[in-house]
């Protein structure tokens, strides 16, 4: 915890043989992909590395999320260049993660970075950070280069509004999710969120790093009550319609959560629940390339020892 603020920080623990996602930026490219007027999904050209996104106004530019290095924060701003004059005034970050943020620094002083409350309590460990990101470095250095970490300028708890010139952007946190401060960039009037890790189209399993499979399914249920979205941009992967993909994604945390508790009540260790417990729907792409077929599954063992520890540990049990 973080002083009165619900900062709980991701868990360490890793099952045997885990896969880290490759977040490495070396030879990172971002493909820009426009979803509605001036509403650009930046790609990564390589699964799963960080996508972002840009959105344009009549007066300004907002940038979602900045990368891994000050250097794909540089090479974000040329994208963005190359895809509008107007100035970029704002970023927002969707985590606290270093492969989101470690490029603010790269942003001037005239743009203001935007974050939930609980992202920015959670930065406040640079060191750390670098340790638990250094996993999916795969022997990059560039982390060795990142020495400082500019925290958000303007924080919110539940939601807030940028207006661009003729067109509003809304940050939301509706609950703990991937991490306990996830923010949603929301543009109503193009029907798209950028969801950073919150949420996907279907195919991928969640990536829950706090433990907490039951809070995350409340809070995607919230998005999917107050946020009228036709298409994710996720912080990784592929984007595509919110649907199915969040309800695949409730399901299958609802399953495992109860699955999981049904284990530990009877006594069965985890590594034999890592063989036992199905994905619950999750299916990947029929042409997914291998590698991302066994990051799939390395995240589904992930989840299941995360939510045997969260349940071990004193989490509330199932009735």
């Not at 007066?59 to 974000?76: N, T």
């Not at 190359?82 to 603010?104: A, C, Q, S």
């Not at 300028?153 to 946190?173: K, P, S």
């Amino acid at each position: 915890m973080h002083g009165h603020l619900p900062v709980i920080h991701e868990m360490s623990q890793r099952p045997p043989g885990f896969v880290a996602p490759n977040l490495s930026p070396a030879g990172l490219r971002l493909l820009p992909r426009e979803l509605g007027d001036g509403v650009h999904a930046l790609m990564a050209n390589e699964m799963p590395k960080d996508n972002n996104g840009l959105i344009v106004g009549e007066k300004a530019a907002l940038v979602v999320d900045s990368g891994v290095s000050p250097d794909i924060g540089r090479h974000l701003q040329e994208v963005a260049a190359d895809l509008t004059g107007k100035p970029i005034r704002y970023l927002v970050n969707t985590t606290y993660h270093g492969d989101h943020t470690f490029g603010n620094t790269a942003f001037g002083e005239d743009v203001t970075v935007f974050s939930s409350r609980i992202n920015k309590a959670a930065m406040t460990d640079l060191a750390a950070e670098k340790r638990l990101r250094a996993e999916s470095m795969y022997g990059d250095d560039s982390l060795d280069r990142v020495l400082t970490w500019r925290a958000p300028d303007v924080v919110f708890d539940r939601f807030c509004e940028i207006d661009l010139g003729g067109r509003v952007v809304q940050l939301w946190h509706l609950g703990p999710g991937n991490g306990s401060g996830d923010t949603l960039v929301h543009v109503p009037d193009a029907k798209v969120t950028f969801t950073g890790n919150f949420a996907m189209p279907a195919g991928v399993t969640p990536m829950m790093l706090i433990g907490d499979p039951l809070g995350y399914a409340r809070s995607l249920r919230t998005m999917q009550a107050m946020l009228p979205a036709d298409t994710l941009v996720p912080g990784h992967g592929f984007l595509g319609p919110a649907e199915p993909g969040v309800s695949v994604w409730i399901s299958y945390l609802e399953h495992l959560a109860a699955a999981v508790h049904r284990g530990l009540s009877d006594g069965v260790p985890v590594e034999v629940l890592y063989d036992e417990l199905p994905m619950w729907g999750v299916e990947p792409p029929a042409a997914a390339p291998g590698e991302f077929l066994a990051l799939v599954r390395s995240l589904h063992r992930l989840n299941i020892l995360l939510t045997y520890r969260w349940l071990r540990d004193g989490a509330p049990r199932l009735r």
